[in-house]
């Protein structure tokens, strides 16, 4: 009788530790998947910045001395498509708590896949 006690605890020793290595495997698993799609994600949205950041600068240059040109000096195309970029910077960071909350939804959908 005692050995049969013996052999169910030591059959409960194996097997919560094949459990407990089986869920570390599988922690490190979801941990890589989540931290891969989150750095696929920031890389994918860091190379848009850049390129929208670098189209709007070409953009609001050629706009800048368009405008100036049609005003008659370019200092004053500068200045009026810098006071629209200034409220578009208003606009944005008014609306910031909106982008920091897609993000977050953007994220976590990754995390509890």
């Known amino acids: 009788m005692l050995q049969g006690i013996k052999n169910d605890l030591e059959d409960v020793h194996s097997d919560v530790h094949s459990y407990f290595e089986e869920s570390e495997a599988y ?15 920031s890389v994918q949205w860091l190379l848009v910045g850049v390129v929208t950041i670098i189209s709007l600068l070409i953009l609001s ?12 000096e370019y200092y004053q195309g500068f200045l009026v498509v810098g006071g629209i970029l200034l ?4 606009l944005c960071y008014w609306g910031r708590n909106r ?5 977050l939804r953007t994220f976590s959908r990754y995390y509890f896949e």
């Open 27 to 41: 922690l490190q698993l979801k941990v890589f998947k989540v931290i891969t799609g989150m750095v696929t994600s």
């Open 61 to 72: 240059i050629a706009a800048a001395v368009a405008i100036g040109q049609a005003l008659g």
């Open 87 to 90: 409220f578009v910077t208003y």
């Open 99 to 103: 982008i920091n909350s897609s993000l």
